[in-house]
């Protein structure tokens, strides 16, 4: 969806759809967000706005509304630019990638909170969808309208390794259309043993998943001799600190453009002998 055709309507719709199923019809949300006759202007200002630019010359917007919802106060809604320029569309961002080791007396507790997240993530997405508000679903069609023929030889082999289907699907027609071979997978707790069969020639790796996250796949990784040299694109919503940045080869701030994708990638492979 191009920012031009957004309506105080569709905007309208998407926070109540995020409140109800966030707190229950009848709950009383944390945060009271009285969106009903207001102008899209008005909307959108109770929206922090980011242009998120990791590199000079990639930028993409996000907009987002931290509404939490009934065991979280932090969750937000988005409406956000990402892979395609222009192209805008709804999601939600659990905000829980907080570092908790496992030996903290709360450990289980927040586990429980993340997984109760995701599951809201999931079903506020399939209202937005539902209703006919853009999601990544709609980015996904958008992309695979644009998708190109047989661009002769392949120019690799890339595992992305992602627990947002439809992004992944996304990213994975658009690779397409570069000439790579691309497989997915969405469920990390098989990341290692599909990356030991496929053996290859880049992975490009979600870092927030449940269960596992990328730091631990790439620490698997790098320690079997088999995949050690196996270039990793790690990519990040949240904040991922320096120190973990540099255990992968390259790293891609979300949202991010497609032009970086490529850029990113074609650096990885860069003087590599990748598999016809």
């Known amino acids: 969806m191009k920012l031009s055709a957004l309506t105080a309507g569709v905007l309208q719709r998407a926070i109540t759809i995020y409140q109800n199923l966030a707190y229950g019809a009848a709950g009383k949300p944390r945060k009271s967000v009285e969106a009903a006759d207001k102008s899209l202007e008005d909307l959108l200002a109770m929206f922090q706005k980011e242009q ?5 010359g990639y930028p993409c917007v996000r907009y987002w509304l931290r509404l939490g ?3 979280y106060p932090y969750m937000k809604l988005l409406l956000q630019e990402h892979l395609v320029v222009g192209e805008y569309y ?12 496992p030996d903290l ?3 289980d507790a927040f586990m ?3 997984r109760f997240n995701r599951e809201l993530k999931r079903s506020i997405e399939t209202g937005f969808a539902t209703a006919g508000i853009d999601t990544a679903s709609s980015l996904r069609r958008l992309v695979s309208e644009r998708a190109c023929g047989d ?3 392949s120019r690799g082999t890339i595992l992305i390794i992602d627990d947002e289907e439809d992004l992944a699907e996304a990213v994975a027609l658009l690779l397409k259309a570069r000439g790579f071979v691309t497989f997915k997978l969405f469920d990390p707790t098989r990341a290692v043993p599909a990356v030991t069969e496929l053996l290859p020639d880049l992975v490009l790796l979600d870092y927030e998943m449940p269960e596992v996250d990328g730091l631990q796949v790439i620490a698997q990784l790098r320690a079997d001799p088999a995949t050690a040299a196996i270039p990793v694109l790690l990519a990040s919503a949240g904040r991922v600190s ?12 979300k949202p991010f453009q497609e032009g970086l994708l490529y850029d990113m990638i074609d650096r990885l492979l860069q003087g590599r002998q990748v598999r016809p």
């Open 90 to 101: 709804f999601a939600v961002d659990t905000h829980d990638q907080m570092d908790i080791r």
């Open 151 to 153: 661009l002769g030889p």
């Open 112 to 114: 429980a909170v993340r």
């Open 52 to 56: 998120i630019e990791p590199i000079p």
């Open 242 to 253: 320096m120190a973990d940045i540099r255990k992968a080869d390259g790293f891609l701030a």
């Open 69 to 71: 919802n009934r065991n």
């Open 105 to 107: 007396p709360d450990f």
